[in-house]
T-cell receptor, first 113, second 115 residues
Framework: AQSVAQPEDQVNVAEGNPLTVKCTYS??????LFWYVQYPNRGLQFLLK??????LVKGSYGFEAEFNKSQTSFHLKKPSALVSDSALYFC???????????FGKGTMLLVSP | SAVISQKPSRDICQRGTSLTIQCQVD?????MFWYRQQPGQSLTLIAT?????????ESGFVIDKFPISRPNLTFSTLTVSNMSPEDSSIYLC????????????FGPGTRLTVL
């Protein structure tokens, strides 16, 4: 079975400060990990993914994520937050041998001016 | 990435009626999926739409309630049948190539309100 947890319902950060949105996962095989963002009244937009290789993955809009196998985590980060980054962020996992994604509950990121 | 469109973008329906949602992709894709996002909730997979055969439903979802068609590699429909207010959700179409490391891309969603 595959599962993913996002422990924070909401993250608040001031514009210009670094941000982190947390994600932990559970799989029986090798994990394929994804971050998506959802703006109000919009579908999901793909940000980045980890398949294999470097633990630090860079994606769209200046976001990056760090894969940590020992801690089974895949936290989303950005060095300097923008007000326009305010949105709902979803972490997702696919276990090797599976064809479907499992999503976390989502974390609302609020960036204040 | 594929460009995915959904129709309608939103609708308000009466209890007991049915609504068919269309998903169109601008290129051929191997995998098409339908998700539900209930208010304030995460995404839940309803089913995988299989081209030329019956859809594969996840636990808790049945064909009589959510019939799905996929006549070709670029198009799928999801019908929400005999609707109740509990069916009020955003319904999202998603596509992928089916590989293990494959990225799934999502349509803009259909916002359904059932009165």
């Amino acid at each position: 079975a595959q599962s993913v947890a996002q422990p924070e319902d909401q993250v608040n950060v001031a514009e210009g400060n670094p941000l982190t949105v947390k994600c932990t996962y559970s799989v029986s095989g090798n994990p394929y990990l994804f971050w998506y963002v959802q703006y109000p009244n919009r579908g999901l937009q793909f940000l980045l993914k980890y398949i294999t290789g470097d633990n630090l993955v860079k994606g769209s809009y200046g976001f990056e994520a760090e894969f940590n196998k020992s801690q089974t985590s895949f936290h989303l980060k950005k060095p300097s937050a923008l007000v326009s980054d305010s949105a709902l962020y979803f972490c997702a996992v696919r276990d090797s041998g599976y064809s479907t994604l499992t999503f976390g509950k989502g974390t609302m990121l609020l960036v204040s001016p | 990435s594929a460009v995915i469109s959904q129709k309608p973008s939103r609708d308000i329906c009466q209890r007991g009626t049915s609504l068919t949602i269309q998903c169109q992709v601008d290129s051929q894709v191997t995998m098409m999926f339908w998700y539900r996002q209930q208010p304030g909730q995460s995404l839940t997979l309803i089913a995988t739409a299989n081209q030329g055969s019956e859809a594969t439903y996840e636990s808790g979802f049945v064909i009589d309630k959510f019939p799905i068609s996929r006549p070709n590699l670029t198009f799928s429909t999801l019908t929400v049948s005999n609707m109740s207010p509990e069916d009020s959700s955003i319904y999202l179409c998603s596509v992928g190539t089916g590989g293990e490391g494959d990225t799934q891309y999502f349509g803009p969603g259909t916002r359904l309100t059932v009165l």
